[in-house]
């Protein structure tokens, strides 16, 4: 069964430190997303992604979060300069069609990466 | 605006038993609503989705959610427990197609599984 995922499992950074979160969607999918989970907190909506845009974004996204597609299969988030509130578990998840929640589609997640900012 | 409550922060259930999981949603219009399950290690996965039709909605693994407009609940249910269901459980909650491409989450149920 196809599957996104996402590397590393766990990161450790300096706050202020640059990271990025690396994520290979599966092959066919056209389009991305960014979740975070903020321990014991609900899982937020970042960002969609779509022909090498943003589709749309929430206000957690600010200038100091950017994402990229470098090459035909990876999806990146990148934090700038990384603050203490900025730990939290990162999914990426990708779906075919231009809808995370429609009856003929799927959005499938990967399997996270905790980010611990110290 | 869209928000997903689960009351239930941990669940302990003992095998073979029922489970019910709770799931309150606030949502303007009708909604798209599913639930996903987080095993240890993986990445969150579709049980099943509610667009429009029957209430009672069947997803994988054995689990079944009805959807009730008057109560605005999504409940997650299996009849029997299985040790390997031990996993997070979110509910979440998705705009009709007004141009709203992603998904509002609550904060999961940790569900246990007892022998």
């Known amino acids: 069964e196809p599957e996104v995922t996402q590397t590393p499992s766990h990161q450790v950074t300096q706050m202020g430190q640059e990271v990025i979160l690396r994520c290979v969607p599966i092959?066919?999918?056209?389009?991305f997303y960014w979740y975070r989970q903020i321990l014991g907190q609900k899982v937020e909506f970042l960002v969609s992604?779509?022909?090498?845009?943003?589709?749309?974004k929430s206000e957690i996204f600010d200038d100091q979060f950017s994402v990229e597609r470098p090459d035909g299969s990876n999806f990146t988030l990148k934090i700038r300069s990384t603050k203490l509130e900025d730990s939290a578990m990162y999914f990426c998840?990708?779906?075919?069609?231009?809808?995370?929640?429609?009856?003929?589609?799927?959005?499938?997640f990967g399997q996270g990466t905790r980010l611990t900012v110290v | 605006a869209q928000s997903v409550t689960q009351p239930d922060i941990h669940i302990t259930v003992s095998e073979g038993a029922s489970l019910e999981l709770r799931c309150n949603y606030s949502y303007g219009a009708t909604p798209y609503l599913f639930w996903y399950v987080q095993s240890p290690g993986q990445g969150l996965q579709l049980l099943l989705k509610y667009f429009s039709g029957d209430t009672l909605v069947q997803g994988i693994k054995g689990f079944e959610a009805e959807f009730k407009r008057s109560q605005s609940s999504f409940n997650l249910r299996k009849p029997s427990v299985h040790w390997s269901d031990a996993a997070e459980y979110f509910c979440a909650v998705g705009a009709q197609a007004t141009g709203a491409n992603n998904l509002f989450f609550g904060t999961g149920t940790r569900l246990t599984v007892i022998p």
């Open positions: 998840a990708s779906s075919q069609l231009d809808r995370m929640s429609a009856e003929d589609t799927e959005a499938f």
């Open positions: 992604f779509y022909n090498n845009e943003i589709s749309e």
């Open positions: 092959s066919n999918h056209l389009y």
